[in-house]
């Protein structure tokens, strides 16, 4: 700070304001070097979209890996020139580094919360995940090939599912045929398929991403790594009756064939308005000791909304190997005939 | 002579009078008579004695001189142009040939103050540019960060790290170069002109910081750039980009205190 020749300090003026000589501001200038430090805000939740260039979601942060016309990179967007004949490996090798850079510019893992929304038979999926780093509080919604899919689609599936177990993400896992079935009413925007469906599913996980979170990584602690999921969105006392009902006829839709035996955890997060607690608590209670008796672990969560109509999100925890085990033939099939595209190709 | 078209400025009057002993210009004797040159050292006018009297009442010559007009003192003989003009002593000739080296001297002022607020403000813009960046990052810290460092950073490297690494550099940097060239200019400026502009580098930083706490009245902040001689409003500093309209204003300052410190020196 300026100071004049009696040692007085003084940010502003030209007269010290002690004794009224002159203020030098020479040996002060160095000062206007040091920058401020500032806390960037990078809000609670980021969703990194991997293939989904259509999902509209309601995050602090949506990012989206795609492939286009050509390359191009925004902060929101990470778009790359589709290479013809392009294996996931082609796209890694080109692309590795450059979505590694554009990740740390843009905070991707900055945010409490990540939700990486991937088609994993999608190449860009490996491509993604091979640039992730390892982070916390970070859950992986993958569509994964099914034995409809082809071979090809099953390697690249296989792959990046194992790049995802191997750094430690949980996932939530949806088949290619639940995701094309997937068919939900809403209120207000009528039916809802495909890509709009996802979103709509997404738009719920969301609203409950520390309950997600909380769930998901308590699971983690127990060895439980790989989830299916199942839905019921705008639901209604009219259509399903007591929420027992609800709860019993959503978990004949599961995202990945899983029997209830075979489910290691299961947790329940329902989005209905304040007084329909009691009653949904009361059902998820009946529907885990009807289905899942042997769960490790069964937690309910609920959200309080405005809407006459609930959600109801399902969350079943499952065997590391059930998402890859139906995918595997395809994935050695490839890998016999062009060895580069194994696992341990990918970083 | 003629008048000068209407809206254009008349001529200064010449208004130092000095009596020649004689004077040759474009090769032709005069002997005795008047040398006027105006206030601002750039007009010289010629006259003759008239009749027993000696009224100074004929103009022999009127002309401009170029700011870099080569003016020499020999003796009492003065020689500009195609004007050579003995004088009374030599005392009077060296007091007519300053006057007549005003504008070249004036004219390396201007240029002394412009080089001096070039270096100020590209370390002010920088300065100001950092902050304007930094406002961003604190609200939109994946767009700003990404538009700020999107050429520079490399993998790995923490992009608000490299952010500050790369203004702190920008800023030390231009900070030696505007100290260099306020050193420099300062034996041709002054100390008071060179005071001066250390004072509202200094106050027009405070302004940036104030600006970027956002939680200021700025009526301090007015208070001190007035008393440096620049008037403003808050509202015209929460405008885009004050730091170069706040030099702009604060130029007839340092022109002012320059200027004087050259003729009194």
Same mark, same amino acid.
């Not at chain 1, 599936?157 to 990046?160: D, E, I, N, Q, T």
């Not at chain 1, 520390?210 to 769930?215: I, K, R, S, V």
């Given at each position: ?15 010290c ?34 293939g ?7 995050a ?50 900055k ?45 690249t599936?296989?792959?990046?599912l ?15 045929t ?12 009528g ?5 709009d469906?996802l ?8 609203g409950a ?9 308590r ?6 790594q ?8 705008a639901?209604?006392?009219s ?12 978990s ?32 998820f209670g ?25 959600d109801?999100?399902?969350?079943y ?7 890859l ?11 016999g005939?062009?060895p ?8 | 002579?003629?008048?000068p078209?209407?809206?254009e400025d ?9 009596r020649?002993?004689s ?8 002997p ?48 500009v ?11 009077? =000739?060296?007091?007519?040939?300053e006057?007549?080296?005003?504008? !070249?001297? *004036? @004219?390396? &002022?201007? #240029? ?15 300065r ?33 790290g490299?952010f500050?690494?790369t ?12 100290k260099?060239?306020l ?6 400026l ?6 001066m502009?250390?004072a ?13 706490e ?8 007015? =208070? ?9 409003? !808050?509202? *015209? @500093?929460r &405008?885009? #980009? ?21 003729r009194?020196g």
């Open positions: 700070m300026p100071r004049c020749p009696n040692g007085h300090a003084q940010r502003l003026g030209l007269k304001l002690v004794c009224g000589e002159a203020l030098s501001f020479r040996d002060s200038m160095d000062e206007l070097c040091d920058l401020p430090k500032v806390e960037p805000d990078y809000g609670k939740v980021e969703v990194v979209a991997v989904y260039p259509l999902l509209s979601l309601k602090d942060y949506v990012g989206e890996i795609s492939a286009g016309l050509a390359d191009l990179k925004t902060p929101t967007a990470f778009e790359v020139a589709s290479i013809r004949g392009g294996s996931w490996l082609d796209y890694s090798r080109k692309h590795l580094e450059e979505l590694r850079r554009w990740m740390t510019l843009v905070g991707i893992g945010s409490t919360d990540r939700l990486l929304v991937m088609d994993t038979t999608d190449p860009l999926s490996v491509l993604a995940l091979s640039a992730l780093p390892k982070l916390e509080h970070t859950v992986v919604i993958a569509v994964v090939a099914d034995q409809d899919s082809t071979p090809v689609e099953q390697n599936s296989y792959v990046a194992s790049l995802a177990l191997r750094k430690g993400f949980p996932i939530i896992a949806l088949t290619e639940f995701e094309g079935d997937m068919l939900y009413f809403t209120e207000d925007r039916f809802a398929a495909g890509d469906a979103s709509r599913l997404l738009e719920s996980l969301l991403a520390d309950d997600l979170m909380d769930l998901l990584e699971d983690m602690k127990l060895g439980v790989v989830h299916s999921l199942s839905a019921i969105v639901g209604s006392k259509v399903y009756g007591i929420a027992t009902n609800a709860f019993m006829a959503q004949y839709g599961l995202s990945m064939g899983a029997k209830p035996e075979e489910c290691q955890t299961v947790h329940s997060l329902v989005f209905s308005r304040e007084e329909s607690k009691g009653e949904f608590e009361k059902s009946v529907f885990r000791n009807r289905k899942f008796k042997g769960a490790l672990n069964a937690e309910f969560r609920f959200h309080d909304t405005a809407s006459p109509l609930y109801l999100v399902t969350i925890g499952m065997r590391t190997d059930a998402s085990q139906d995918i595997a033939p395809g994935y050695q099939a490839i890998v005939s062009m580069e595209l194994s696992v341990e190709g990918a970083s | 002579m003629s008048s078209p209407a809206g008349a001529p200064e009057a010449p208004s130092h009078a000095y020649l002993v004077a040759t210009y474009q090769n032709r004797e005069y005795e008579g008047v040398l006027a040159v105006n206030e601002s050292g750039n007009e010289i006018e010629l006259r003759r004695w008239m009749g027993k009297t000696k009224r100074p009442d004929i103009a022999i010559a009127r002309f401009h001189l170029e700011p870099n007009a080569d003016v020499r003192v020999e003796g009492a003989v003065l020689r142009s195609e004007l050579s003009a003995t004088l009374e002593s030599p005392g009077v =000739a060296g007091e007519v040939a006057l007549l080296r005003r504008p !070249a001297r *004036e @004219l390396e &002022t201007a #240029r002394l103050v412009t080089e001096a607020e070039a270096s100020v403000g590209v370390f002010l813009q920088t100001e540019e950092a902050l304007d960046l930094l406002s961003r990052i604190k609200t939109d810290p994946r767009g700003a960060l990404f538009a700020s460092t999107a050429g520079s950073t490399t993998a790995g490297a923490e992009p608000l490299s500050y690494s203004y702190s550099a920008r800023l030390a940097e231009s900070l030696q170069k505007m260099a060239s050193a420099g200019g300062e034996k041709g002054g100390p008071g002109a060179t005071d502009m250390y509202i580098a200094y106050t027009i930083g405070q302004v940036q910081n104030a600006l970027f956002g939680d200021s009245d700025l009526v301090q902040e007015l =208070a001190a750039l007035q008393e440096l001689g620049i008037t403003t409003t !808050a509202q *015209e @500093l &405008t885009e #980009r004050p730091t170069a309209r706040l030099l702009v204003r604060a130029h007839p300052v340092i022109l002012s205190l320059a200027t004087s410190s050259r009194s």
